[in-house]
């Protein structure tokens, strides 16, 4: 594409409203703009104060309507409100959720707002709606805003140009670490656990003292994430290192548990904490699943008896099982063990994305920090300055004060008489005149000249400040420890809530150990219903079958037995004894419990029993022999063994005994030709065992050659052919016409 395309008219009228470009860079600069505006004004934290611009202009408008700590609560609307008016026009949804969200003490490790209402709950409930609720800042919010006053910040125009508000907030905690973030913005994203404030100061107080320190140096004092729900960390500690030295890693967290004693050798399990960011709700709904589809045999049921605390209540299903190994299968197949994704990509003074490390993000905590003190100090000396213009002049004023009172009585222009004769600033001339009566007695000059005074030392002191690095971090430095002190660990709201744990990985249990073994006898039908009737039944027993049914498989099994089913398209599903349904009535539907397709028959059922093999082959005359281990699938989807060309499907699944094998095609040709002649395979088409001009095979089978090769007549007398010269040949040959007396239906059983 030029800039100027070759179809527009010369004669057009240039109204100067028109221009062209390639449609790519004119995408690209406006996706640009769009990713830029994501990434810097909504989705990534600034790295000072860890707030992104909604929750920032959420507190600092708080401030504005003076709900402090210890005021009154106002409406979550009228706040909501505010923010969208005056600093945040975007929906007024979005900034109720990120409002409540900083209310949320089970999502926010040091909350930000305190909400009195509904705010939600650690099941997954939503707030209720912005009407119903009020809310104030927390005694940490004030600390975030200290020193607004104070020209701490830079401020900015807000969207119309009509108010201030703060670039960055003060920030006097590394509120980043302490109570994380997450975050998607164009191409990157952001995901930051929280931590405990204590840990946190101890870090940066190190740091002051060392400024060259590495993530393993800061570990020695942040172990690791402190969550707000609690649990256990089994991170290793060299996993841990790597995630903070590079910015990107992952926590392994588990909920916290105890095994509590029954009496008379019974016992359940209590979980008291839970996985930061799992809903209660949903983890109830999983492991009620698990005990429904049976995936943890040894869970029999589960409660919820949470109040204001957790408490869910597992029990086992029989006081044998040892109380790890449930624990071990509920962690490997639940959200009471969940992985915590690390991501440190922060805004590096409000402009750079960054992804960062440990001692990255708390230099940039740190440094903002010295900003804020010398803007605060500088600010502090131009009030002093102001002030000590105000007291020289009241100090003129009262060492002439019979002199100042007559001019000020007789004198019709008493403000610029008092400055040509005593040599005052415009300021001190209009302070000497607003001066009250009631002030001027003797006593207020001495409390004039002690204020004085004062604030020269104040000053003097604060040029020394400004003149010295060390005097700037060590007042940083004693700033962090009155934090510290209010907030760390001396309190009940500061302790470490998250511990350290070894993660203790329980051996895989065979499912078959937890079950009681009882003989069943399993019944599968022609339409697929599939039943388990306790015992060992007749296998030729009168069984009944829905209206249009009739009995298909009929096997002696065990409740530990897996049940291998061979799909007609190839596919091998495994099903457990005890999972089969009662035989009190017609059973279920066996692709109910298995993804086998509709328009698959089942072409076999067997038993597993390991290392056993198998031969299988398909209609085409295709196959190879498989170990029952390779059968065995560990999904409902179950597991592809043969291979099918178009149109054919699985013919023969036939147990290997003997060292020869015997094929007989839809033409009635047998062939016979040694075992050794097939390969074994885990999955695939396999190899041609007998050669077809029309038609396929019809069945396949093994024997032992020295036995003969055996069969039911019609009659269902069982002969056996020991002379088998004649059908003795090379795998993939035509072989010759069946023995006499071969059955009509092709089938050697």
Request: proline share 5%; aromatic share 6%.
């Amino acid at each position: 594409m030029t800039d100027t395309p070759d179809d527009v008219p010369d004669d057009l009228p240039e109204t100067g409203l028109t221009t062209s470009e390639p449609l790519s860079r004119a995408i690209g600069e406006r996706y640009l703009t769009y990713a830029l505006s994501t990434i810097m004004h909504r989705a990534l934290p600034d790295a000072r104060d860890g707030l992104k611009p909604v929750h920032r202009r959420i507190l600092y408008a708080m401030r504005e309507l003076r709900l402090s700590p210890t005021g009154g609560f106002r409406k979550s609307a009228k706040i909501v409100g505010d923010v969208m008016g005056n600093y945040h026009p975007h929906g007024d949804s979005a900034i109720y959720d990120a409002m409540a969200r900083l209310a949320q003490d089970f999502v926010i490790r040091y909350p930000l707002v305190d909400g009195q209402g509904n705010f939600g709950n650690i099941d997954g409930d939503s707030p209720a709606a912005s009407r119903y609720t009020e809310a104030r800042m927390t005694a940490v919010t004030e600390v975030l805003l200290e020193g607004l006053a104070e020209d701490a910040v830079e401020m900015r125009p807000n969207y119309d140009g009509t108010l201030q508000e703060p670039v960055v907030l003060p920030a006097a905690i590394p509120n980043l670490l302490a109570n994380g973030a997450s975050g998607i913005a164009v191409g990157m994203a952001t995901n930051i656990p929280p931590h405990n404030l204590h840990e946190l100061i101890d870090a940066c107080q190190h740091m002051i003292r060392h400024p060259e320190v590495t993530a393993s140096d800061l570990m020695a004092f942040v172990p690791g994430p402190d969550f707000p729900t609690g649990g256990v960390l089994v991170e290793p500690r060299e996993n841990i290192l790597d995630a903070y030295s590079t910015g990107r890693g992952a926590f392994r967290l588990r909920a916290r548990w105890q095994a509590e004693d029954l009496g008379r050798g019974t016992w359940q399990i209590v979980v008291t904490e839970i996985p930061y960011q799992v809903q209660k709700s949903k983890l109830i709904e999983r492991l009620a699943e698990l005990i429904q589809l049976k995936k943890v045999p040894a869970l029999a049921d589960v409660r919820d008896e949470s109040a204001e605390d957790v408490r869910i209540v597992l029990e086992p299903r029989s006081r044998t099982v040892d109380p790890d190994m449930l624990m071990g299968m509920l962690f490997r197949n639940s959200e009471l063990e969940t992985r915590f994704s690390l991501n440190m990509n922060v805004l590096i003074d409000g402009r750079v994305p960054k992804v960062c490390s440990l001692p990255e993000v708390l230099r940039a905590f740190l440094d903002h920090r010295r900003d804020v003190l010398l803007r605060r100090s500088q600010h502090r000396i131009g009030k002093i300055d102001a002030r000590l213009e105000v007291l020289e002049g009241y100090i003129i004023a009262y060492l002439n004060l019979d002199r100042v009172i007559e001019i000020i009585r007789y004198e019709d222009e008493p403000k610029a008489r008092l400055i040509e004769e005593f040599d005052l600033t415009d300021v001190q001339a209009e302070a000497i005149l607003n001066m009250r009566l009631r002030n001027l007695r003797k006593l207020e000059e001495m409390e004039l000249r002690r204020e004085r005074d004062d604030l020269i030392k104040e000053r003097a002191g604060l040029e020394d400040l400004l003149g010295s690095e060390a005097l700037q971090w060590k007042s940083i430095g004693k700033e962090l420890a009155d934090v510290q002190k209010k907030f760390g660990k001396g309190t009940e709201f500061g302790k470490r809530r998250t511990d350290f744990a070894d993660a203790v990985e329980v051996a895989e249990v065979p499912i078959e150990a937890m079950i009681d073994r009882e003989p069943i006898t399993v019944i599968l039908s022609k339409m697929g219903w599939v039943r388990a009737m306790k015992g060992h039944q007749p296998l030729d027993a009168e069984v009944k079958f829905k209206d249009g049914d009739t009995g298909r498989f009929v096997l002696h099994a065990e409740t530990t037995d897996r049940i291998l089913i061979a799909g007609a398209n190839g596919r091998f599903y495994t099903m457990l004894g005890a999972n089969l349904p009662g035989g009190r009535g017609m059973g279920e539907p066996i692709r109910l419990m298995v993804d086998l397709p509709n328009d698959a028959d089942i072409t076999d059922l067997l038993i597993y029993r390991p290392a056993e093999k198998y031969l299988v082959a398909s209609s085409d005359g295709d196959g190879f022999v498989v170990t029952s281990d390779e059968m065995l699938a560990q999904t409902k989807a179950g597991k592809q063994v043969l291979n099918l060309g178009e149109g054919a499907v699985t013919a023969v699944v036939r147990k290997i005994a003997g060292d020869h094998v015997a094929v007989v095609g839809e033409n009635r040709k047998v062939l016979v030709f040694p075992l050794e002649e097939l390969p074994e395979m885990a999955r695939g088409k396999g190899v041609r065992l007998q050669r077809y001009k029309d038609g396929g095979l019809s069945d396949a089978t093994t024997f032992t050659l020295a036995n003969g090769l055996s069969w039911k007549d019609p009659a269902g007398r069982t002969r056996t052919e020991t002379d088998l010269g004649e059908w003795l040949g090379k795998r993939a040959t035509a072989g010759r016409m069946a023995p006499r007396g071969f059955p009509r239906d092709n089938k050697f059983n």
